[in-house]
């Protein structure tokens, strides 16, 4: 059984572009046709699921002023980590 189910709802979108490497977005297009949805659906619900997941994120969110979070807020630039970089600190999790 899927974990990710195929979305029942029209939802609001923005959207992002992100690099990967070559085998994740094969996974990532092969678990999108797994499930029957888009593999935008899959990056986005994998994302709430990291989101929910990580308490101490969840905690440092709300922490954090609510005034910068919303949908006109500025988005901070930060230079592009690396996937290795990246990779430990989701794994711990």
Excluded: C
């Excluded at 901070?76 to 970089?85: N, T």
């Amino acid at each position: 059984m899927p974990i990710l189910k195929a979305p029942s709802k029209v939802i609001r979108n923005a959207t992002i572009q992100v690099r990967v490497e070559e085998d994740v977005d094969l996974k990532l297009r092969k678990y999108a046709e797994y499930i029957g949805a888009s593999p935008a659906f899959v990056v986005a619900e994998s994302l709430k699921l990291v989101f929910q997941k990580d308490t101490e994120f969840r905690e440092w969110l709300a922490h954090r002023d609510d005034s910068r979070t919303g949908p006109n807020a500025e988005r901070p630039v930060q230079a592009e980590q690396s996937p290795s970089a990246i990779g430990p600190a989701l794994l711990k999790k």
